[in-house]
């Protein structure tokens, strides 16, 4: 008997803690912001950049998946803080239409955003741009070897920020420097609430809304909760929810609701015009207020005074444990999730089905 007893214990302890990368990066990232900003500084990186890319050219960002989600951020902020012509193409959309996607944004500055570096789309869109002699490409990666720095006339490594987990979270909010010891804090005052909360409560599905660029956060946030969860998501400007998808506002379905200062009058309103609808809400909001706290049924404050722009990689926590906590009590592992790879590579010969590498 003792020997089962051992055995079972022994086999208990090699087991692999469900979600212990994606948590363990998740709660890491203010440390990435960190070093994120020590080693830009350090290596002087963004002065050497600006030789080579002004921001008053226009610039095209092309990517996949989480990557694409965080270039079309980028894209709004420095169309919005920069002034430059500034979009994002998901590197697929680029492979069928590139003539027509240079015309159309005017690119002459092109920067491929991949944290593996050797997804197969964001390659070919590469060997594609590598052709064209008018387009300079930036990689941006946080693999230190990868295909991607060879096809580029330049490449931003951030490999510091790589990842184990096939879901990308501090990969995709590495950009920032005095917000570190702010939200570790923040992390430690609320982390708790929103696992507890994707925990306990069962929803059919997830709707998440965002104005600007928090509208790409909430695409990103909706992607989270579909890898690390297996469930159904789906991401809106917040004010198109009353043009038809409110149709679906039920408490079986949580409607998250990313607040952003422009439109935040606009968005209270429609929070509490949910609520009264029976909708589970919640909301994410810099600073809370009776309103809010009335129609949320859970609401977290971020209470950052940096400027907005530079709190939205802490604005995609939330989503990221939200996700975390709903795979766990579906007896998910979100280290490894269903259906998933952590690089899609894809065989030039079309039949075949998509090679899908590592996990
Ligand atoms: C892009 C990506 C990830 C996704 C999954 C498959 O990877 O779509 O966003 O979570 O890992 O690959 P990359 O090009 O940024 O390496």
Known sequence: MRKKVRAAREARNLAPIPARHTLSEIFSQPAAWRETSRQLEQQGTLEQLSKLFFPRSPWLFIACGSSYYLSQVVATLWTRQLQAACSAVPASEFLFAPGETLRRTGAQRVVLVSRSGETTEVLRAARLLEADCSIVTLGVTCNAESPLEKLCARTLKLTWANEKSTVMTRSFTSALDRLPEKVEPWLEANAGKIQDFGGKRRFADFIFL????????????????????????????????????????????????LLSEAAAEEETLLVSEMKELGAATFVVANHATKTLERASDLLIELRLDEPEFARLAPLAIPAQLLGAAVGLRKGLDPDTPKNLSRVVTLRRDGDNPAKRRGA
């Open 210 to 257: 965002g104005q600007g660029a928090h509208y790409w956060m909430a695409q990103e946030a909706a992607l989270k909760i579909t890898e690390m969860s297996s469930s159904y998501a789906q991401a809106y400007h917040t004010l198109e929810f009353r043009h038809g998808p409110r149709a679906i506002a039920s408490r079986d379905t949580l409607i998250t609701f």
